[in-house]
């Protein structure tokens, strides 16, 4: 079992940079795969990127590729979201998730904990 806190999140604006942490409890984080996802207010919620166990392997959203950078560090049970070139699309909650999958998952059902979420506003 792990739990899971985002940080990072705010106000910034249009072309800006954020940088989302997760940290996770426990000494079972570097087992699980690892995701982010987004919110926005009344839409599904949407897959970003995921990274592997080992922090060897990642994958990416279309709507976000080039953009966002995922990366894990399992000494600090902590993984990162990277958010450059941020536009008003970006505006969501984002979500920290661990699948015990090795797999990368889009749908939300294939990961077992979820952390609180972190609110992500882009002005222009």
């Known amino acids: 079992q792990v739990h899971l806190v985002e940080s990072g999140g705010g106000l910034v604006q249009a072309g800006g940079s954020l940088r989302l942490s997760c940290a996770a409890s426990?000494?079972?984080?570097?087992?699980?795969?690892m995701g982010w996802f987004r919110q926005a207010r009344g839409k599904e919620r949407e897959f970003i990127a995921a990274?592997?166990?080992?922090?060897?392997?990642?994958f990416y959203a279309d709507s976000v590729k080039g953009r966002f950078t995922i990366s894990r560090d399992n000494a600090k049970n902590t993984v990162y979201l990277q958010l450059n070139s941020l536009n008003s699309e970006d505006t969501a909650v984002y979500y920290c998730?661990?699948?015990?999958?090795?797999?990368?998952?889009?749908?939300?059902?294939?990961?077992?904990?979820w952390g609180q979420g972190t609110q992500v506003t882009v002005s222009s």
């Open positions: 998730a661990a699948s015990i999958f090795a797999t990368f998952d889009l749908a939300p059902t294939r990961y077992a904990y």
């Open positions: 426990g000494r079972t984080f570097s087992t699980y795969t």
């Open positions: 990274i592997s166990w080992s922090g060897g392997s990642t």
